[in-house]
């Protein structure tokens, strides 16, 4: 099955830099790439997601960039702010598979 | 439109017995997929189901076992629980079975095996 791996474990930031988490994966036919984020004490929520037939996909502070060949992903976040700090987790699956696999997780702390 | 609902929200039980847990999707979603998160460990897949059918399994033991009802609503059952078993499980429901939707998650529902 998938193996989807996540670096680093824990980011931390001053506030206004930018941060970059990036994710590598095992199934060369994964083909959707979503990247959720989690407060604590609540449910991850979809941030943004990228699809095989695209290299990159840009909202507002927020961008993914996917490298299908060499089966990595990574998420970058600009202008950080204090209200970014969360755990975040990168995710990968096939069309059509809703089997869903999930990295570790990456702790940002965004220090003002 | 009511989100992921997800019972009970806090749960004790003593090793060796059973729990149930419950999850119902948001309306019109029919797939409904099962988590178990721990410190350090992340989101680990349990299973995903679809129009009432297990789809996709992931690497637990027999113990942990789910079901899918007609509406759509998830239930998911662990036996014979171990220490080990204490965590926050989630679950997720998207639109469709087919082109990867997004998932929309629960609160949870945090097992405490004492």
């Known amino acids: 099955g998938e193996n989807v791996e996540q670096h680093p474990s824990t980011l931390s930031v001053q506030e206004g830099d930018s941060a970059v988490i990036k994710c590598t994966y095992s199934?060369?036919?994964?083909?959707?790439f979503p990247w959720y984020k989690q407060e604590l004490g609540k449910r991850p929520q979809l941030i943004i997601d990228?699809?095989?037939?695209?290299g990159e996909k840009k909202d507002q502070r927020i961008a993914v960039t996917l490298n299908k060949t060499a089966k990595h992903f990574s998420l970058h976040i600009t202008e950080t702010q204090p209200e970014d700090s969360a755990v975040y987790f990168c995710a990968a699956s096939r069309t059509n598979n809703n089997d869903m696999r999930f990295g570790a997780g990456t702790r940002l702390t965004v220090k003002p | 439109k009511a989100g992921v609902t997800q019972t009970p929200r806090y749960l004790i039980k003593t090793r060796g017995q059973q729990v149930t847990l419950s999850c119902s999707p948001i309306s019109g979603h029919r797939s409904v997929s099962w988590y178990q998160q721990t410190p350090g460990q992340g989101l680990q897949f349990l299973f995903e189901y679809f129009s009432e059918t297990q789809r996709n399994k992931g690497n637990f033991p027999g113990r942990f076992s789910g079901r899918q009802f007609s509406n759509s609503r998830s239930e998911m059952n662990v036996s014979t629980l171990e220490l080990g078993d204490s965590a926050l499980y989630l679950c997720?429901?998207?639109?469709?079975?087919?082109?990867?939707?997004?998932?929309?998650f629960g609160q949870g529902t945090r097992l405490t095996v004492v």
């Open positions: 990228i699809r095989s037939n695209v």
């Open positions: 199934d060369s036919a994964s083909n959707y």
């Open positions: 997720a429901s998207s639109l469709r079975g087919s082109l990867n939707t997004e998932a929309f």
